[in-house]
Nanobody, 121 residues
Framework: QVQLVESGGGLVQAGGSLRLSCTAS????????MGWFRQAPGKERDFVAA????????YDADSVKERFTISRDNAKNTVYLRINNLKPEDTAVYYC??????????????WGQGTQVTVSS
């Protein structure tokens, strides 16, 4: 298990940008695949993006890939999610995830507490 702490969420107007951060404590993230999921009100938690230990990234859909960028800085023990051109439908709690492998249907075993992103129209 990896302890993960997200930050960077907030209230932003549509069209704006945010960069979410997820920092691991006690263990280095270099040994893990990292990912981001989000949960909108009344909906299930959904996969957003993942990045392998070597830096390869995957996204939920082409539409997400156009606006979302996942990256990692192992030296800072941090993974990021950059979101551009935010839309009201991006409003959700964003969760950081860590594991051996992460995919849309198989998240890793460690979760952060989540950070709220609210996009106003």
């Amino acid at each position: 298990q990896v302890q993960l702490v997200e930050s960077g969420g907030g209230l932003v107007q549509a069209g704006g940008s945010l960069r979410l951060s997820c920092t691991a404590s006690e263990r280095t993230i270099s040994s893990y695949a990292m990912g981001w999921f989000r949960q909108a009100p009344g909906k299930e938690r959904d996969f957003v993006a993942a990045i392998t230990r070597s830096g390869g990234s995957t996204y939920d859909a082409d539409s997400v890939k156009e606006r979302f960028t996942i990256s990692r800085d192992n030296a800072k023990n941090t993974v990021y999610l950059r979101i551009n051109n935010l839309k009201p439908e991006d409003t959700a709690v964003y969760y950081c995830n860590a594991g051996v492998l992460i995919s849309k249907k198989s998240p890793g075993g460690s979760w952060g507490q989540g950070t709220q992103v609210t996009v106003s129209s």
